[in-house]
């Protein structure tokens, strides 16, 4: 019976961080967030950032705050979501993982050999 539970709690959290996913992709927050949260351009980092963060700020958005001109398209996309989604997304945004590495390829270090002299 206990491994039924167990079983049973990690499928439903599966799930939330699946319906979450599909939901990020949905709402096509990679668009300007990345893929994996990353941010790209003005769009912040949401990946690895602490849950309580992240919820506070879609939070804050929900009730039509933001920082700056570009926050304000986030308004609608944080008012689609629901109490549940609002705490599930601050969730899964903070558990993504970083898929990008860590190193930064500088543009000095580019070999340029075999590149058709373009």
């Known amino acids: 019976m206990h491994k039924f539970l167990l079983f049973a709690g990690f499928s ?3 799930s939330a961080s ?3 996913e599909a939901l990020y992709l949905k709402n096509a927050c990679n668009s300007c967030h990345g893929m994996y ?3 790209m351009g003005a769009s912040p ?3 690895g950032q602490r849950e309580g963060v992240l919820l506070r700020r879609l939070k ?4 039509g705050k933001t920082r700056s001109a570009f926050g304000t398209i986030m308004v ?3 008012k689609s979501l629901d109490e549940n ?10 558990q993504m993982k970083r898929i990008i590495p860590e190193e930064t390829y500088e543009l000095d270090s580019y070999d ?3 590149d058709g002299s373009s």
Do not use: P, V, W
Request: glycine fraction near 10%.
């Open 12 to 14: 439903l959290l599966l």
């Open 18 to 20: 699946n319906d979450m």
């Open 37 to 39: 949260g990353e941010g």
């Open 45 to 47: 980092r949401l990946q």
């Open 60 to 63: 804050d958005l929900q009730k």
């Open 76 to 78: 609608s996309f944080a």
């Open 85 to 94: 989604q609002t705490i599930e997304m601050a969730k899964y945004l903070s």
């Open 112 to 114: 340029n050999t075999g």
